[in-house]
């Protein structure tokens, strides 16, 4: 599956250091693309991510606990090591298991407060694939705040493309990020870039932009899509309407595919506001997701229907010219995973 060779979120970092069971360290359960993870941290920082399946008897490693540098299983105490080889079997203390014990373990890295996995092989001949790109996050200046996640029954494709969507403010998010009497959409550019594409010159009226919000505004408005499941914007409203001089803010959506039809969404803002808290940050955003979330999942079918075997059309029309780039896109790149 073409999915494997790309990275994605499972879980906030910070969930590896609150992940405690009566004094214990426990390692943490997640879930990509169907495949249960047990994902953990080891005294070097690094994080593991093993198939969440203990190699002897089946039992989920997730429900185990971290002993020393080792991976102890719930149900017979057999550990493993980060590199996931079997070290010790307490029934048989003096036995050394062979190198073919072992855990299955899979890519993982750290990045944008963040859990990465990529279902591959950690030491298998593979690539290493890139992490979506987030370019607002190595501009200092730039507060970032993660909120989330986000559970959503329908398929992550479902999401970037609501994401991308401007038509939908007026009505979804009325009084906030759009008005019913001002919903037409400016012809706006999109452009091939070698991870995907962009779109720019776009334009929205907007009564609550941000949380530094000072009156209505027209907003302009950056789309990017450098990655399957990973949807970046940037905006910047007329400076007269905010109350931070020369606000801007830069916000990316990272998406997990659970399985076909179930999502788990991250947002991380990016953004120059230095005087709220991360609650009021995050409530901006829990509030403006809550309003999509029920027509997410109200819409059928739930998979994204682009292949010729889709069992339903849907039509389009000009302001659709994101999402219709993001159609293509993932038709070019062989995605299928959440797509009919």
């Not at 009566?22 to 390692?27: A, I, L, M, V, Y």
């Not at 870039?193 to 962009?198: K, L, N």
């Not at 120059?272 to 997701?289: K, N, R, Y």
Request: hydrophobic share 40%; net charge negative.
């Amino acid at each position: 599956m073409i999915e494997h060779h790309h990275y994605h979120p499972v879980l906030l970092a910070s969930a590896l250091d609150q992940a405690r069971a009566d004094g214990r360290r426990c390692p943490v359960q997640a879930q990509l693309l169907g495949t249960d993870l047990a994902i953990w941290r080891d005294d070097a920082g690094q994080v593991q991510a093993f198939d969440d399946r203990c190699p002897h008897r089946g039992a989920s490693l997730s429900l185990g606990r971290i002993e020393g540098n080792r991976l102890e299983c719930a149900y017979h105490g057999w550990q493993f090591e980060p590199g996931g080889r079997c070290t010790h079997v307490p029934a048989v203390p003096d036995w050394q298991p062979p190198e073919g014990h072992r855990a299955r373990r899979y890519r993982a890295r750290e990045a944008y407060g963040l859990v990465w996995v990529a279902l591959l092989p950690a030491d298998g001949p593979e690539a290493e694939p890139p992490l979506p790109d987030f370019a607002a996050e190595a501009d200092a200046q730039l507060r970032k705040v993660n909120c989330g996640p986000y559970d959503v029954e329908t398929s992550a494709p479902r999401i970037v493309e609501n994401f991308l969507d401007m038509a939908h403010f007026g009505y979804v998010h009325e009084g906030w990020l759009g008005a019913r009497d001002n919903t037409a959409i400016e012809p706006y550019r999109v452009t091939t870039t070698e991870h995907g594409f962009i779109a720019t010159e776009c334009r929205a009226w907007q009564p609550e932009s941000s949380v530094q919000a000072a009156t209505g505004a027209m907003v302009d408005y950056t789309y990017e899509v450098n990655a399957p499941y990973t949807a970046i914007l940037t905006k910047v409203p007329d400076a007269a309407t905010v109350r931070v001089q020369g606000f801007r803010e830069s916000i990316a959506m990272f998406v997990c595919p659970l399985s076909p039809e179930r999502s788990r969404a991250w947002i991380r803002l990016a953004m120059l506001d230095w005087t709220s808290t991360d609650a009021h940050l995050q409530g901006f955003q829990h509030t403006i997701f809550m309003q999509d979330k029920p027509v997410l999942e109200s819409q059928r079918p739930r998979l994204l229907p682009i292949t010729p075997e889709a069992p339903v059309t849907e039509l389009h029309c000009a302001a659709d010219r994101a999402s219709t780039a993001y159609r293509r896109y993932l038709k070019e790149r062989g995605i299928t995973f959440g797509i009919c």
